[in-house]
Structures are given as C-alpha cells and as structure tokens.
C-alpha cells in the first residue's frame, strides 16, 4: 500500500487538466517513472515500468456512473486504436488486468479523452558488458568500443510520429580548461550526456590523462540498478595552448597614428610581449616568426614560453605558437599579423617657445615609423643650438638654459624609416613673437 501512494501522485500531477480523473499502476515492484510529454505529441502523459509482469493499470473517472471505453494503440499512431476488451469496472474504477507495454491508451470518459503511452523498459534494458580504449583514436578524438545495449527507446504520439525517450547515459572523463582569471590550465570534470549508444562512441581528446566513466541509465539510476564502467587509463597526447600579444604602448604626441585601433603594429619600432600557456602533454614548444602566412620561411625561432620582441621592417610580419607532443600530435596558435607602416617625417617651420599658454612652444617633427635619427639646429651664424636622436624629442627654444631670440635657425636631419626609405633634410625654424621673462639679451646671437 505504501508502494501506491506516490505513483497515484504522480498521475494527479500528470493528469491536473483531465479534471478529477486519476490513472494509476497497481502490482508494479519498482517506482513508475512518469515522463512529461510535449503538447504536440497529444499525450498527457508517458510512463516508463521496469516491466509489466503482474501489472494492471486504473482509471477513476471523474463521474462514478460513467463506463469509459478503453483503446490501445501500437507505433502506428491513435489513428489505429482497438478497443480493449477485457476491462474490469468497479464503480468510478475501471481497470485493465495484465497490462502490455510498448504502446498507447486512449481511455474516452464521455468528453473527456486521457492519452498516455506505456513503455515496458525490460524490453529495451541497458547492459554494459564493456568499455575499451581503441587503437583508432587520434590527436583529436578519442574512440571508445562499446560493448553493450543501448538502444533508442522510441515512444509514438497520437498523429504516429515517433519520439525518443533519452537514456541520459553519462559519460564522464577530465581535461583541462584553460582560465583566464588565474592564467593557468586547470583540471576540469567533463560529463556528456547520451541519448542512446549504437555503436562506438567518440569524444574529444582530453588535454590530461583520465579514465572514462560510463554509468546508466537514467531509468536505472531511479531503480537504483544503475550500471557502471571504468576504462583503464587514458595518457593524453593531444596538446594545445593559450596565447597573448601585448603591444607596449607609447605616449608620443608627435607620432602619427596608425589608423587601426586594436591590431598590433603601427609605427615602428613596434614591442610585442607574447606569452603562451601549454597543457600536460607538451614537450617541444616554440614561437615563430615569418614574414610569409604560411611560415615557409621561419626567420626566427624561440624556446621560451615568454619573450618580448622588436619590429622594425615596413610591411607585415607573422608570429605563432607551436607546440607539440611525442611527434604525433602538433598544435599551432593563432597567427598574429603585426603590421608595420611605411614611414614618414613632417617638419613644421615655426614655433614660438616661452610662451606662457604652452601652444607651439616646442618644434618637434611628426614622424612615423623612423628607427634611426639625428637631428641638429644651428642658428644663422652656424653655432648648433641642440642635437637629439628621438623623434619623439624636440627643441625647447633654449641655449644654455635661456630662450634663444626670435628670428631664423636651421635643422639638419639624417634618419631612416622601416621601410628603408632615408631622409636628409634641411630646412629654416622661424621663432616668432614670444614673451620673455627678463633681458633680451645676447644668447644665441
């Protein structure tokens, strides 16, 4: 008696639209599993026995007077129903004695229409003889030999169509996920859930070694009789990495932008930290620089898993990470593309230093992408008033520490871009109305 009382309740939760009518499963061993169906397939409800042997199956009507008519139907759909025969009425209470398994009921109680489907799980059982590891398996899958039953248990709804009622049979094994917070591969539990089983069963390669775990099904579990196999030990070869490209940044006012915010490169010289993250089964790592997208032609190789480097060449250039194995199983980054401009040098022609607003108070050039360069201005009578081999740097309008006259001075440059391109050039700088603080003096003249 104890037995009945949850199966009468899971009925009333299947059932709460078909008013007070109830189903229920009498002289069932094991719990009656109740699977809640879709709308569209026209049932209200699908019940899972662990067999039908000794089974019988209740309805109460809702009126006490009414006789409902029993029908059964197989995979063929609602459209093909028989009325069933041998039904015992007892008041509100019809029952169907020895019940069978793997079809519907239609149970028509005046208007009210109840449909369900019984599936007799001791027909489809899932057996788990073994599970191995195979020699097929690759650096991208693993294969597993299943040797057991796990066939698709199918249900049909009221139009005919067949559905399927998954096993969720686990399969459960660790790999390794790389986390961004930490910066650090770590250990991370898989566990895939499968329908059914037809055959062999493949995954992705885990990135550690691990054992597989097959346990189920589903149905089982609820009987507690759930099954489980372990395979022996599986040693990862399959490799991969996490990588990142930091661009050091510079804050020069009078470098000319390159135009694309969030790709590395630009103006040269152009620093690039990378630094890769490898997984359990590396033993060759390298990164590697080419100047072709294909690395046909690798012109720099290097071991660490960090280093910083310096480009310098117009153009664009290749970088990736490559790691790999035993020999067997090889894996590449991502391919940065570092992009280098063509280079260029603007030279204003006048500025006017000590001024008090600190607009145009000091000459620099504009440039991009210059990786040598001199600089040195001289004032009319040819005494040099300051050198710097920056672009980034300037002349203040000093000699000795003093704001030089206004009138003309002269700059001679030598540089010479990523490109290849030099530049030799000469021109006038006018200073032009400024406010000195003290004596004009003689500094410069």
């Given at each position: ?5 949850p ?9 709460a639209?078909?008013?007070a009518?109830?189903v ?17 397939t026209?049932?209200n409800?699908?019940?899972v ?14 009126n ?8 059964v139907?197989?995979n ?6 028989v009325?069933?025969d041998n039904?015992?009425?007892?008041g509100?209470?019809?029952?169907l ?6 079809c519907?009921y ?19 059982r899932f ?5 191995l590891?195979?020699?097929?398996s ?17 249900y049909?709804?009221?139009?005919g169509?067949?559905?399927e ?6 399969l ?10 930490s ?5 991370d ?5 499968l ?16 054992n597989?775990?097959?346990?189920g099904d589903?149905f089982l ?7 489980q196999f ?6 990862a070869?399959s ?14 006012d009078?470098?000319q932008?390159s135009?694309?915010t969030g ?7 152009v ?8 997984t359990?089964?590396v ?13 046909d ?6 071991n ?12 664009n250039t290749?970088v ?5 194995a ?7 980054s ?7 401009g063509?280079?260029?040098?603007k ?16 000459w ?10 001199e ?11 300051c050198?710097?081999n920056?672009?980034a ?11 030089v006259?206004?009138?003309?001075y ?10 290849g ?5 000469k ?12 004596s004009p003096g003689?500094?410069?003249?």
């Amino acid at each position: 008696m104890n037995l009945r009382i949850p199966y009468i309740f899971l009925a009333i939760l299947c059932y709460a639209s078909a008013l007070a009518s109830t189903v229920n499963f009498i002289g069932n061993r094991h719990p009656v599993i109740q699977e809640k169906a879709a709308a569209s397939t026209g049932l209200n409800c699908i019940y899972v026995l662990h067999d039908t042997e000794g089974v019988s199956i209740s309805y109460t009507a809702s009126n006490g007077d009414s006789r409902p008519q029993w029908l059964v139907y197989d995979n063929r759909g609602g459209g093909f129903a028989v009325p069933v025969d041998n039904i015992v009425y007892s008041g509100p209470v019809s029952t169907l004695n020895n019940a069978a398994g793997d079809c519907g009921y239609i149970i028509e109680d005046g208007s009210t229409r109840t449909y369900f489907w019984v599936t007799d799980y001791s027909k489809h059982r899932f057996t788990l003889n073994s599970l191995l590891l195979s020699d097929e398996s690759n650096c991208s899958s693993v294969k597993l030999d299943f040797s057991g039953n796990a066939e698709p248990i199918y249900y049909t709804t009221i139009n005919g169509q067949q559905k399927e009622l998954s096993r969720d049979i686990e399969l459960s094994y660790s790999t390794l996920r790389f986390d961004t917070d930490s910066k650090n591969y770590i250990l991370d539990d898989v566990t895939t859930q499968l329908d059914h089983i037809l055959s062999d069963i493949y995954v992705d390669s885990p990135l550690t070694n691990t054992n597989f775990i097959l346990s189920g099904d589903r149905f089982l579990k609820a009987w507690n009789e759930e099954l489980q196999f372990e395979t022996p030990i599986y040693h990862a070869n399959s490799v991969s990495a996490y990588t990142e490209a930091e661009q050091l940044s510079r804050d020069n006012d009078n470098e000319q932008s390159s135009g694309s915010t969030g790709s590395l490169g630009g103006s040269a010289p152009v620093e690039i930290d990378f630094t890769a993250w490898v997984t359990d089964a590396v033993v060759f790592k390298e990164w590697q620089i080419a100047r072709d997208s294909e690395f046909d032609l690798i012109e720099f190789r290097e071991n660490n898993l960090s280093f910083s480097h310096i480009f310098r060449d117009a153009g664009n250039t290749y970088v990736r990470f490559a790691a790999n194995a035993d020999g067997t199983c090889t894996y590449y980054s991502t391919t940065y593309d570092i992009s280098i401009g063509e280079s260029d040098i603007k030279c204003p022609n006048a500025f006017s230093p000590g001024t008090e607003d600190g607009v145009n108070d000091i000459w620099k050039v504009s440039y991009k992408s210059i990786i040598s360069f001199e600089c040195h201005i001289f004032n009319r009578w040819g005494q040099k008033m300051c050198s710097f081999n920056n672009p980034a740097d300037g002349w203040d309008g000093k000699y000795k520490g003093k704001v030089v006259p206004s009138g003309v001075y002269y700059y001679v440059i030598k540089a010479k871009g990523a490109d290849g391109r030099s530049y030799n050039l000469k021109g006038d700088i006018n200073i032009i109305n400024y406010e000195r603080s003290g004596s004009p003096g003689t500094t410069g003249s």
